[in-house]
T-cell receptor, first 114, second 111 residues
Framework: ETGVTQTPRHLVMGMTNKKSLKCEQH?????MYWYKQSAKKPLELMFV???????ENNSVPSRFSPECPNSSHLFLHLHTLQPEDSALYLC?????????????FGQGTRLTVV | DAKTTQPNSMESNEEEPVHLPCNHS???????IHWYRQLPSQGPEYVIH???SNVNNRMASLAIAEDRKSSTLILHRATLRDAAVYYC????????????FGKGTKLSVKP
């Protein structure tokens, strides 16, 4: 148990569906992250929020829309996804975005787009 | 961005020490060296980090070369539970210290 909880753990959605992934942490952290891990590929950083402000968007397609309503919660809204978007989506948090603080990861949401 | 180079895979025997190498020849003066590992079907977990001096914690030790161009993660007694992908990461100050993962080293532990 890392203190970062992701729901749901598994999700199957059609290409025309709209769904949301949720991430929650009660570690008092101020930075939160979304990563994508496709089969046999390294983790890809998608979005970074620092003190509720988005500070990084790594050229992620607009069909992925993040939301950070407060420092404890992070959402990833999904719409009109493609089969190649099937992957493990990981959320992480850290005290802040500086380079000497450790990050804590959730167990991920396994997404399958059909 | 400063990059790291790690072997794709390594094997170890249970209860023996494991030395996982990482090269980072383009490291800048204020880049921290972080190690994370990812067990099967789980998110990554923090192992250890350092800047210049060697570091020890309950999980592992980190030995950093004097010129900082390489480092070694040391697991003192490998267990089956240590089988995972180990990532050596430099926290890049230009990206506000974001964790950028490479391919890592897949460690197998034989009983």
């Amino acid at each position: 148990e890392t203190g970062v909880t992701q729901t749901p753990r598994h999700l199957v959605m059609g290409m025309t569906n709209k769904k949301s992934l949720k991430c929650e942490q009660h570690l008092g952290h101020n930075a939160m992250y979304w990563y994508k891990q496709s089969a046999k590929k390294p983790l890809e950083l998608m979005f970074v929020y620092n003190f509720k402000e988005q500070t990084e968007n790594n050229s992620v397609p607009s069909r992925f829309s993040p939301e950070c309503p407060n420092s404890s919660h992070l959402f990833l809204h999904l719409h009109t996804l493609q089969p190649e978007d099937s992957a493990l989506y990981l959320c992480a948090s850290s005290q802040d975005g500086t380079r000497n603080t450790e990050a804590f990861f959730g167990q991920g949401t396994r997404l399958t787009v059909v | 961005d400063a990059k790291t180079t790690q072997p794709n895979s390594m094997e170890s025997n249970e209860e023996e020490p494991v030395h996982l190498p990482c090269n980072h020849s383009t490291i800048s003066g204020t880049d921290y060296i972080h190690w994370y590992r990812q067990l099967p079907s789980q998110g990554p977990e923090y192992v250890i980090h350092g800047l210049t001096s060697n570091v020890n914690n309950r999980m592992a030790s980190l030995a950093i070369a004097e010129d900082r161009k390489s480092s070694t993660l040391i697991l003192h007694r490998a267990t089956l539970r240590d089988a995972a992908v180990y990532y050596c990461i430099l926290r890049d100050r230009r990206s506000q210290g974001n964790l950028i993962f490479g391919k890592g080293t897949k460690l197998s532990v034989k009983p």
